[in-house]
């Protein structure tokens, strides 16, 4: 697979950096291209997506227990998951152009403690004003992590390379999905709500690791942010680009409203699950998620990323319609899992287009600005889910969440795949 954009000769090899400097598309003035060093270690990069992940995963099976002890109706569960994205709508971009500017190691040890020392906060807050304030102010660090990871990937790999270690970082974010509700409903069961807070400490030692592994990099010279930001949005002009940030804002608006915050409350109301159980059954999806993302892979060469994104979004829309209607818990389980299925394939695939669009000295932006649409997605989704929480119940929130997404699958049958793949430049070759 060729990077579309990158500025580099047929010749270079992989992990190798860049030389001399790139044109920003449509204008004349250069941008100096970062060199970066070595290839960073893949667990330290694996290390920050865990890290990332923890924000909304963590608290999501205690939420019910943190709403009653501190005396919220159902409905504000959406201010609790969108308090901690709200930030990353702005800051995403943001860290995106000062992590191109400055180098990455620079911008991600600031954000890994901002993270750690507001999630330990968190654990402490005596009121509910208290505790968003504090999910808040952890959501200004959390807001470069995850994308930070994946332009990490973008740095040091290309092809097929860059394609399944995408895959692998998602499986990352997919078991980590799985498994952190579950322990935060155990912490939760054993010492209460606050317990379930505890394991943000990490972001301390994932911070460590980058200061110890990370190379420092020079700053980028020569160009002004405006031209950073100049060269970024060409990035993001083209349609397939374009299409892949939209298509990140819907996806995580569901991901968020219905499985961070419908699902805990659904399995509460509809089926008396505890916090123990709410977690097992939240984890349900990274199964099938998991297993997709690891074959990513294989899959992109085969079929490519257009026909991928179609399959993913059919699974979504018979999956929530299935947890909606289920009428045992085994079925909403079933429905899960080929949600899972759909998450580990359209997450990779769409963060893979992004990364792979952009050269280097403008990765950061571009795929930071595709998270900042995925960050206002995951802020509206929550709300949107608390309002349908309130009027129409659990069960028809799901519901409607798989006319979203049937809506979604629509929007993508009206674009000739062919057309995608051929915009994309980047169908993996077999």
Do not use: K
């Not at 200061?211 to 970024?232: I, K, V």
């Amino acid at each position: 697979m060729t990077g579309v954009g990158d500025g580099d000769g047929p010749g270079r090899e992989l992990g190798e950096a860049p030389r001399g400097t790139a044109s920003v598309p449509g204008t004349a003035e250069p941008v100096d291209v970062p060199r970066p060093g070595p290839r960073p270690p893949v667990a330290m990069i694996f290390g920050i997506t865990l890290t990332g992940i923890l924000a909304n995963t963590l608290p999501n099976a205690a939420l019910p227990d943190i709403l009653e002890d501190l005396g919220q109706s159902d409905g504000s569960g959406g201010f609790f998951v969108a308090a901690g994205t709200i930030p990353g709508i702005v800051m995403a971009p943001v860290i995106g152009l000062l992590a191109d500017r400055y180098g990455r190691r620079r911008v991600l040890l600031p954000c890994l403690v901002v993270f750690a020392t507001f999630g330990v906060l968190s654990a402490f807050a005596p009121s509910w004003p208290i505790l968003l304030l504090c999910r808040l102010c952890q959501g200004f660090g959390s807001a470069g992590l995850i994308n930070l990871a994946v332009v990490l990937i973008g740095d040091g790999w290309e092809g097929n390379e860059r394609v399944r270690l995408i895959g692998y970082n998602a499986a990352v974010l997919t078991i980590s999905v799985a498994l952190l509700p579950a322990v935060g409903g155990v912490l939760a069961e054993l010492g209460g709500w606050r317990l379930a807070f505890a394991p943000y400490l990490l972001g301390l030692v994932t911070a460590a690791a980058v200061a110890r592994f990370l190379p420092r990099s020079a700053p980028a010279g020569g160009a002004s942010m405006g031209t950073q930001f100049r060269a970024a949005l060409a990035v993001v002009r083209r349609p397939i680009v374009g299409a892949s940030i939209a298509f990140g804002f819907v996806l995580f608006a569901l991901v968020f409203g219905l499985f961070l915050t419908t699902l805990s409350l659904h399995l509460d109301n509809e089926f008396g699950l505890e916090a123990g159980g709410r977690g097992l059954i939240i984890a349900a999806p990274a199964t099938g998620a998991t297993v997709a993302a690891l074959s990513l892979g294989r899959m992109r060469a085969r079929f490519g990323g257009a026909r991928l994104l179609l399959a993913a979004n059919t699974l979504f829309v018979v999956g929530f319609c299935a947890i909606g209607l289920a009428p045992s818990i085994w079925v909403l389980v079933a429905g899960a899992v080929l949600y899972g299925l759909g998450e580990g394939t359209a997450i990779p695939t769409v963060q893979d287009i992004v990364a792979g669009a952009a050269p280097t000295a403008s990765r950061g932006a571009v795929v930071a600005l595709w998270v900042g649409s995925a960050r206002a997605g995951q802020t509206v989704g929550p709300l949107m889910a608390g309002a349908g929480i309130a009027t129409i119940g659990t069960a028809a929130t799901f519901v409607a969440g798989g006319f979203v997404a049937a809506a979604l699958l629509v929007a993508q049958l009206t674009v000739p795949v062919g057309r995608m793949e051929r915009d994309a430049g980047l169908r993996s070759a077999p």
